[in-house]
């Protein structure tokens, strides 16, 4: 049973930074992508980076390109989201989803980061900027 564990919310000042991580365990690590989503209140769900396997790459939505920085620790299981100048729009709730059917996020590009390609989604965790 895959279950995604997210934790590293909280509350930050505009400008600063966080480091989201999502804890992964059963299912084989290496055989799946890794995606971070986000939602704010009364917005759809927006996927803004993917980190896979398999290659290794990553796609980023390019409104967070730059600012963002997704990785992931084979050892623990464990992916993680460097977020830095954080901005007013960037306040959401932020899940992590696992897919078996990205093979390179790279390669997949934005197909990377859409929902519909993710069948396990973890609980989410808030994040908010306000000074």
């Known amino acids: 049973q895959v279950q995604l564990v997210e934790s590293g919310g909280g509350l930050v000042q505009p400008g600063g930074s966080l480091r989201l991580s999502c804890a992964a365990s059963?299912?084989?690590?290496?055989?799946?992508?890794i995606a971070w989503f986000r939602q704010a209140p009364g917005k759809e769900r927006e996927g803004v980076a993917c980190?896979?396997?398999?290659?290794?790459?990553?796609y980023y939505k390019d409104s967070v390109q730059g600012r963002l920085t997704i990785s992931r620790d084979n050892a623990k299981n464990t992916v993680y989201l460097q977020m830095n100048s954080l901005k007013p729009e960037d306040p959401a709730v932020y899940y992590c989803?696992?897919?078996?059917?990205?093979?390179?996020?790279?390669?997949?590009?934005?197909?990377?980061?859409?929902?519909?390609?993710?069948?396990?989604w973890g609980q989410g965790t808030q994040v908010t900027v306000s000074s």
């Open positions: 989803a696992a897919s078996n059917r990205i093979t390179s996020a790279r390669a997949m590009g934005v197909l990377s980061i859409i929902t519909g390609w993710y069948d396990a």
């Open positions: 980190i896979t396997s398999s290659d290794g790459s990553t």
């Open positions: 059963g299912f084989t690590w290496d055989d799946y992508a």
